[in-house]
T-cell receptor, first 111, second 112 residues
Framework: QKEVEQNSGPLSVPEGAIASLNCTYSDRGSQSFFWYRQYSGKSPELIMFIYSNGDKEDGRFTAQLNKASQYVSLLIRDSQPSDSATYLCAVRGTGRRALTFGSGTRLQVQP | DTAVSQTPKYLVTQMGNDKSIKCEQNLGHDTMYWYKQDSKKFLKIMFSYNNKELIINETVPNRFSPKSPDKAHLNLHINSLELGDSAVYFC???????????FGPGTRLTVT
């Protein structure tokens, strides 16, 4: 079982729709969860982080964390073509300083 | 101002050569990292330094040697380059009390 799992996609949504990206993790003691956006040929860009169960909203982005289910998600409202990228889920595991990344979900927003 | 910078951006070299990649951050962070992203886009930690002290050393061939002259700089030297070393190498930094990491632009290494 991979430590951090994501559906590779592509996830295709029409412009203006809500894109829902999901991630599961295996280390039950993990405390910190991150979403990075990576455009092709570019570096990962931190867009959201969440440490507590529940929802955290920042503009069009909402991160959701359910530690009991070991599940973290990212919702992107009013999706724009410029949101088309690979979204990486990252988890800081128990006693670890480095992040463990999922393989990423490629999102395509159709104009 | 660039927060985390890396040089060079591209590196093309032949098998058996030795090369170095440099990283600098001006965020005032005390922890720096090297990650490798392979052709399948999987991003994996290699090393981490906190205040010039090596704190993470994942299972990486000893041909790879990181060095941190101060907490704002982290370099990666690779000896006897192999074809499988071809990848994008990312530097990142964070505060030790915070897990939020910020990445540099990456160095695309191609070994021929």
């Amino acid at each position: 079982q991979k430590e951090v799992e994501q559906n590779s996609g592509p996830l295709s949504v029409p412009e203006g729709a809500i894109a829902s990206l999901n991630c599961t993790y295996s280390d039950r003691g993990s405390q910190s969860f991150f979403w990075y956006r990576q455009y092709s040929g570019k570096s990962p860009e931190l867009i959201m982080f969440i440490y507590s169960n529940g929802d955290k909203e920042d503009g069009r982005f909402t991160a959701q964390l359910n530690k009991a289910s070991q599940y973290v998600s990212l919702l992107i409202r009013d999706s724009q073509p410029s949101d088309s990228a690979t979204y990486l889920c990252a988890v800081r595991g128990t006693g670890r300083r480095a992040l463990t990344f999922g393989s990423g979900t490629r999102l395509q927003v159709q104009p | 101002d660039t927060a985390v910078s890396q040089t060079p951006k591209y590196l093309v070299t032949q098998m058996g050569n030795d090369k170095s990649i440099k990283c600098e951050q001006n965020l005032g962070h005390d922890t720096m990292y090297w990650y490798k992203q392979d052709s399948k886009k999987f991003l994996k930690i290699m090393f981490s330094y906190n205040n010039k002290e090596l704190i993470i050393n994942e299972t990486v061939p000893n041909r790879f040697s990181p060095k941190s002259p101060d907490k704002a700089h982290l370099n990666l030297h690779i000896n006897s380059l192999e074809l499988g070393d071809s990848a994008v190498y990312f530097c990142a930094s964070s505060q030790v009390k915070s897990a939020e990491q910020y990445f540099g632009p990456g160095t695309r290494l191609t070994v021929t």
